[in-house]
């Protein structure tokens, strides 16, 4: 059974991979703090409107030259994982916190903390549930693959105890048990203060594919940048 | 008990709430075009920092006047609710899809078709499985208020079945249930070709606050837009 998706590879030294990661990296912050003044702004409608031209502008020029589709997974020479299109860790995805993860091996966990601005908002104030979803799923999945058994999401029950306000958080997951191809991973998220706001339990599965992939001579699951 | 967090009531007519939203949704529609672009563009270093510099001088005039903190939910004195800076359906949330979600009262249930793009990717070409819970969590929240019985997210739980491309979807959700303070609602996630790809089940809980001031005379659920 072949992955339900390719994987790109790409002719670049890890010095040229850095390069490009330090001006689109730039680009992509500026673009998020675009996004939040773009939120939080109240200034004249004509100032608006200006900012819109010259925003349309902007993204033209970007598209004279585009990726089809989308941005996807790749490989480099040196075998290293870019996912920067991701919703939540990318590098180049605007959208994305992004989240900086630090995998834990020998533990099987995963952790991370962020900022939440108001880009994230639900009830006034709060971070929006799905969004405490979102970002969990993300690091749930990452301990899983820290514990070696890289996996898809299966199920994922949330069970959320207070309300979260935006600032500055923390998730973490880690490795609870393993059951043939499943991965049932625990975790976490707490607000500023350190107390708990929203627990979590998943469940990754290993898909057919990658197991494959992985009884191949050297085959190792993938590390994430 | 008081409310965890204030709603605002805005000094605006219906009119005036209509212009403002005509001016601020198109940079936002400007602003989401924009961050697709700047994660698959493939333009030469020196056009990305060019295009960058000039985003910079754009936030910079956006943030000459900005609301302090988030955007919260805010009330019109029509008694219309906006929740403008909401991560999945707000209008001037450039992060948000947006969801236009359909909510029917009769039946307790709410519904949307929508576009995701590549900036909410996970896997390679796949809607990024935590972007699927964002987005059930918000339909479902509408679909306990549609039916009369607004709520926070208590638990929400999803299964995962199939991999859902990235494209045209649609999300529904439905009350099932009522247990007291608790309403538990179920749903789904399709893929363009109408398949169920994630199936959920979550329990809102009216909080303490709400229902106080559901008890009011002519007090009412608010129905936002």
């Not at 585009?66 to 959208?95: D, E, H």
């Not at 690091?139 to 935006?166: C, D, H, I, S």
């Amino acid at each position: 059974m072949a992955a339900p998706f390719e994987y790109q590879v790409l002719d670049l030294t890890d010095d040229e991979v850095a390069a490009e990661a330090a001006v689109f990296g730039a680009l992509t912050d500026a673009v998020r703090r675009l996004n939040e003044a773009t939120l939080r702004t109240t200034v004249d409608h004509d100032t608006v409107e200006q900012v819109r031209q010259q925003v349309e502008e902007l993204t033209a020029r970007l598209e004279k030259s585009m990726i089809p589709g989308s941005f996807g997974v790749s490989f480099t020479k040196g075998g290293r994982v870019r996912s920067y299109g991701n919703a939540v860790v990318g590098l180049r995805n605007p959208l994305a916190v992004p989240l900086k993860i630090v995998q834990d091996k020998e533990a099987g966990r995963a952790s991370a903390e962020f900022e939440l601005n108001a880009l994230y908002e639900g009830p006034p104030g709060q971070v929006h549930g799905g969004v405490v979803a979102l970002v969990l799923d993300q690091v749930f999945g990452e301990a899983a693959a820290a514990g070696g058994t890289p996996g898809m999401t299966g199920t994922l029950k949330l069970r959320y105890q207070l309300n979260t306000p935006l600032g500055a958080c923390s998730a973490a997951a880690w490795v609870d048990r393993r059951d043939g191809v499943k991965t049932i991973v625990k975790g976490e998220l707490r607000r500023a203060d350190g107390t708990v706001t929203v627990t979590a339990e998943g469940i990754f599965i290993l898909p057919r594919w990658a197991r494959e992939q992985l009884a191949e001579p050297g085959g190792t699951p993938p590390q994430y940048e």
